[in-house]
Each structure stands twice: as C-alpha cells, then as structure tokens.
C-alpha cells in the first residue's frame, strides 16, 4: 500500500472537508516524535519504578 491510497478519501463528505474547509489529512495514527519521546520517557519510568518496587519489597520485607 503506497501513500497515496493511504491519504484517498473514504467518501465524497471526507474529501469536500479535506479539499474545501481544509480538514488535515490522516497520518495513519503517526505521532511526532517529541510526543512518542514523552511516552516512552513516561512507560519506560513507571515500568523502571514498578520493577524497583517489586525487588525492594522482598529485600527490605
């Protein structure tokens, strides 16, 4: 699947909005990269904290 058929509208309403009102086109869920940066920054840390928890529990208990 190329790019084009990607960005083609589903029906005649979807492509008046993206040609006509300028309604953005889909990116296929794409992020930025600034925002998947905060995320991974965000799981990474609670899943880092979750595993130091978990071992310290049984050291210290």
């Known amino acids: 699947m190329n790019n084009e058929d990607q960005n083609k509208p ?12 300028g309604f953005p086109k889909t990116r ?9 940066l905060i ?11 979750f595993l130091f928890g978990f071992i ?3 050291f210290f208990n």
Do not use: C, S
């Open 56 to 58: 310290g529990n049984f």
């Open 10 to 21: 589903f029906n005649d309403a979807i492509a008046h909005k993206q040609d006509i009102e």
């Open 28 to 36: 296929g869920g794409r992020l930025p990269l600034p925002i998947k």
């Open 39 to 49: 995320g991974y920054f965000l799981v990474g840390g609670m899943i880092i904290m």
